[in-house]
């Protein structure tokens, strides 16, 4: 029973983390923290599901590749975080899926953002379609970067709905 509450939980988090990287560029270390907890519940409850050695080198490689790519100033701290307790979360069986999906949504978001800062048009109708986005991101050019966790959210829940399944939670 607690199995499919932990899989409501984690896409609850990731959702609310995607929307404070979205208001603020910040996504707490509460939510990456609680993440990690509901990992360790996951294990403690259900240790057939986790292959706790392949997937702690996992999340290591996801954070030695996001540290590299935080000093690069690719990305930011929260967005590192997340990633590598996501690819905990996922293992190697579903962490390909989420990785994935992930790169093509930032990829996606990236070139939008390129579009959308060169392009008078879109930015006026971005002005008149999202007007609190306007306000935030483009009027005031307070951001120059795009919100990753929406990228993150876009790999997490087809890879939560993959690995779901594959336990026969759904």
Not at 24 to 32: Q, S
Not at 46 to 70: E, R, T
Request: with cysteine; charged share 10%; aromatic share 12%.
């Amino acid at each position: 029973m607690i199995l499919p509450a932990t899989f409501g939980y984690v896409a609850l988090l990731v959702a609310y983390a995607t929307w404070t990287d979205i208001r603020r560029r910040i996504i707490p270390n509460a939510i990456v923290l609680t993440l990690l907890g509901i990992f360790a519940l996951r294990w403690a409850v259900m240790p057939a599901s986790v292959d706790i050695v392949p997937d702690l080198a996992l999340a290591a490689a996801a954070f030695a590749f996001g540290y590299l790519s935080w000093h690069l100033r690719a990305v930011g701290a929260g967005d590192v975080k997340l990633i590598s307790v996501l690819a905990l979360w996922f293992g190697l069986a579903h962490a390909p899926l989420f990785l994935i999906v992930m790169a093509l949504a930032g990829g996606a978001m990236s070139l939008s953002y390129i579009v959308v800062r060169s392009s008078p048009a879109a930015q006026y109708l971005i002005s008149k379609v999202f007007p609190s986005i306007w306000e935030l991101d483009w009027k005031s050019n307070a951001y120059t970067r795009t919100p990753y966790a929406v990228a993150i959210c876009a790999g997490t829940f087809p890879a939560l709905f993959q690995q779901a399944a594959a336990l026969g939670v759904i």
